[in-house]
């Protein structure tokens, strides 16, 4: 899973990266045209009380991949600020499972906003419409090669390019009205039919407002307002206070629940991200656990008992014979997979069965 974080200059992205990943990347460069990566390891209590069961050699949390990617700069006539990103900068953004726009809610003279005032729900338009042109690029580009070549070709290859063409002029007439394409409704098709575009404004959006610390009370109601107008599909909104969850990182255990109970933060900004991105991409985790190591494996809502094997490798998925499945919560209260199978917790499932958030499975195969 990788998601991309972006903002305009000074929104304090930069920060919201060092949060996320712990890293000590310079701030305060007012949108230079540096790249960040870094991977993080998705918090999951409960692969610690399985390990506490199974005694593993090592313990295995899902990943997620952040890149820090520098605001575009502005379009203007005849020219989309977001295409002139470099090459490697506009492929990242293109290929990220999702955005992460940081939005600047923190009032600071000494890093002044370049509009001259802080005003979220104007910078969250702003960032938005580049995206909107740069897909509009995209959408004219293929819809002008279509028109001029897609009746060429055999009767399958010009039925094809008469549904992109469909497809891609409705879209272009939602992007000229300012709709972002993930507000159309696409069917599983029409998603597959324009999956190789990439398209900027067809990801899911988190939204997450940088507030100052005197503001952190008032954080819910900012969140409200910005969510009451932003009424997206696949969006979501959340604050936080970068400065104050990168303190918190370079704090100790015990000094960080300290600060964060004075704050009255309830939970770490890192946790609560990483929540956020698992619903707004419609992930969950299966988890294995024996002897070797305890893992969880982030998988799409919706996914089978052979999607679940392929994931942990593709010979389990093609020599599938069953799943044996137990709810983490039951096989924790039970304490073993013996105990589980004897009360009746553990059960058998075929190649269609339903993966479920926190089903502990172990896939039986044929080689």
């Known amino acids: 899973m990788q998601i991309a974080i972006v903002g305009l200059a000074a929104s304090g992205k930069t920060t919201v990266f060092n949060t ?27 692969l610690d009380r399985l390990a506490a069961i199974f005694h593993p050699k090592k313990i295995v949390h899902a990943d997620v991949t952040y890149v820090d990617l520098p605001a ?21 953004l293109r290929e990220a499972d999702a955005l992460l726009h940081v939005v600047r809610a923190f009032e600071d003279p000494v890093v002044p906003h370049a509009a001259g005032s802080v005003d979220p729900g104007r910078d969250l338009e702003q960032l938005d419409l580049e995206f909107i042109l740069a897909d509009l690029a995209v959408a004219e580009r293929r819809i002008e090669r279509l028109r001029a070549t ?3 070709g055999t009767p399958a290859e010009r039925e094809a390019n008469e ?10 007439a939602g992007l000229e009205a300012g709709r972002p394409i993930r507000d159309e409704g696409l069917s599983a098709d029409e998603e597959k039919a324009i999956r190789g575009f990439r398209f900027l404004t067809q990801k899911p959006v988190l939204v997450l407002l940088n507030v100052g610390e005197a503001d ?21 909104v959340e604050a936080l206070s970068a400065r104050i969850e990168m303190e918190l990182g370079e704090l100790e255990p015990e000094e960080a629940a300290a600060f964060m109970a004075e704050l009255g933060i309830g939970e770490s900004g890192l946790a609560r991200v990483i929540g956020l991105s698992y619903r707004l991409l419609g992930l969950v985790s ?4 024996g002897p070797d190591e305890v893992r969880a494996w982030p998988v799409p809502e919706g996914s089978t008992a052979v999607d679940a094997a392929a994931t942990i490798h593709t010979d389990l998925a093609r020599g599938f014979i069953r799943a044996e499945v137990v709810p983490f919560e039951d096989l924790v209260a039970l304490g073993s997979l013996a105990e589980a199978r004897r009360h009746g917790r553990l059960r058998a499932e075929g190649r269609t069965y339903e993966v479920r958030d926190g089903d502990v499975i172990e896939v039986l195969f044929s080689r």
């Not at 549904?163 to 272009?172: G, K, P, S, T």
């Not at 954080?219 to 696949?234: E, L």
């Not at 299966?286 to 656990?289: H, K, N, R």
Request: proline share 8%; no cysteine; aromatic share 4%.
């Open 150 to 152: 897609g009746r060429h």
């Open 163 to 172: 549904r992109e063409l469909a497809i891609l002029e409705r879209l272009h």
């Open 216 to 236: 952190l009370p008032d954080a819910p109601r900012a969140v409200a307002a910005i969510t009451g107008r932003y009424d997206h599909r696949r969006s979501l």
């Open 286 to 289: 299966f988890l294995t656990a």
């Open 20 to 46: 996320l990943t712990r890293g000590h990347v310079q701030t305060g460069g007012y949108g230079g045209l540096e790249l960040h990566v870094g991977s993080v390891k998705v918090p999951d209590e409960r």
């Open 72 to 92: 575009p700069p502005p379009s203007s006539e005849g020219r989309v600020g977001t295409e002139e990103l470099p090459a490697e900068h506009l492929a990242r």
